[in-house]
């Protein structure tokens, strides 16, 4: 199957998870993530109407966002983000999925005022208890959405969440619920004005669906868009791929 036909069959499915939920349909972005797929990939993705990247390294999107210029697309940063990659991560990505403490909140901050933009973000989550993930608990992020009242430069559009890996989308269902009922109560608070909560992230490819049925906002999907992955260990020697060596040329 070439791309376009995965991206059609899994835009067919979004449609009608959202129906299902009597949902608008249009209420749902889909954001390809990309990590680990070559350029020319990505571009081919593109060109079947893909409109959202998502990558989870900084310098590996740098790469490919310089081995593709000229894309009509957005990039958005789905994986942690280390403070000292702040300044790059602000100038790439149009927005930031994992904001997960105030530290980076100062930083993103820091250099959206310094550049010139307003970094928009969304607060990752963490609703298990998990030592290898990222997110702030549940119960810290009241307080830090009014902390963030403090950093004008960056705006806050609602949670992330990456869940615990269930195979089933029936066990993971519950944390959307929980991340959705989250936003609802959060909306109710007294908040500052950037941080204006519309977004949910949440589901991937093997749960989307059920995840549009909980009220995702951006689904993150790469494995049924692109195939299977590459391993991270052994990248693809093409991931950045004809593109770079088109743009020494030019
Ligand atoms: C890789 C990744 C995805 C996409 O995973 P698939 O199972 O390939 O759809 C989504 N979100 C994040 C944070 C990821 O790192």
Same mark, same amino acid.
């Given at each position: 199957?070439?791309?376009?036909?995965?991206?059609?069959?899994?835009?067919?499915?979004?449609?009608?998870?959202?129906?299902?939920?009597?949902?608008?349909?249009?209420?749902?972005?889909?954001?390809?993530?990309?990590?680990?797929?070559?350029?020319?990939?990505?571009?081919?993705?593109?060109?079947?109407?893909?409109?959202?990247?998502?990558?989870?390294?900084?310098?590996?999107?740098?790469?490919?966002?310089?081995?593709?210029?000229?894309?009509?697309?957005?990039?958005?940063?789905?994986?942690?983000?280390?403070?000292?990659?702040?300044?790059?991560?602000?100038?790439?990505?149009?927005?930031?999925?994992?904001?997960?403490?105030?530290?980076?909140?100062?930083?993103?901050?820091?250099?959206?005022?310094?550049?010139?933009?307003?970094?928009?973000?969304?607060?990752?989550?963490?609703?298990?208890?998990?030592?290898?993930?990222?997110?702030?608990?549940?119960?810290?992020?009241?307080?830090?959405?009014?902390?963030?009242?403090?950093?004008?430069?960056?705006?806050?559009?609602?949670?992330?969440?990456?869940?615990?890996?269930?195979?089933?989308?029936?066990?993971?269902?519950?944390?959307?619920?929980?991340?959705?009922?989250?936003?609802?109560?959060?909306? &109710?608070?007294?908040?500052?004005?950037?941080?204006?909560?519309?977004?949910?992230?949440?589901?991937?490819?093997?749960?989307?669906?059920?995840?549009?049925?909980?009220?995702?906002?951006?689904?993150?999907?790469?494995?049924?868009?692109?195939?299977?992955?590459?391993?991270?260990?052994?990248?693809?020697?093409?991931?950045?791929?004809? &593109?770079?060596?088109?743009?020494?040329?030019?």
């Amino acid at each position: 199957m070439t791309i376009k036909d995965r991206l059609t069959q899994v835009q067919r499915r979004i449609r009608a998870a959202a129906l299902r939920a009597g949902r608008d349909p249009g209420e749902v972005q889909l954001v390809a993530v990309s990590k680990l797929i070559s350029a020319e990939r990505i571009r081919e993705g593109v060109e079947a109407g893909i409109r959202i990247l998502g990558e989870n390294r900084v310098q590996e999107a740098r790469a490919k966002v310089e081995a593709l210029p000229g894309l009509e697309v957005e990039w958005h940063l789905v994986g942690h983000l280390q403070t000292n990659k702040a300044k790059l991560a602000v100038r790439l990505f149009s927005l930031i999925h994992s904001l997960d403490s105030l530290r980076l909140a100062q930083e993103l901050d820091k250099w959206g005022r310094s550049l010139g933009k307003t970094v928009e973000t969304l607060v990752q989550v963490k609703l298990a208890e998990e030592e290898t993930k990222t997110g702030l608990p549940e119960e810290e992020v009241l307080p830090f959405l009014r902390a963030v009242g403090d950093l004008p430069s960056v705006r806050v559009q609602g949670l992330m969440l990456l869940p615990p890996y269930c195979p089933d989308p029936e066990e993971v269902r519950p944390y959307f619920r929980r991340l959705r009922q989250l936003l609802d109560h959060l909306k &109710g608070e007294p908040l500052p004005e950037n941080v204006v909560l519309r977004h949910l992230s949440m589901g991937m490819s093997h749960d989307f669906e059920a995840a549009i049925e909980e009220g995702a906002t951006l689904v993150r999907i790469g494995t049924a868009l692109f195939g299977p992955r590459p391993s991270a260990a052994e990248p693809e020697p093409a991931t950045v791929g004809q &593109g770079g060596r088109g743009l020494a040329a030019i």
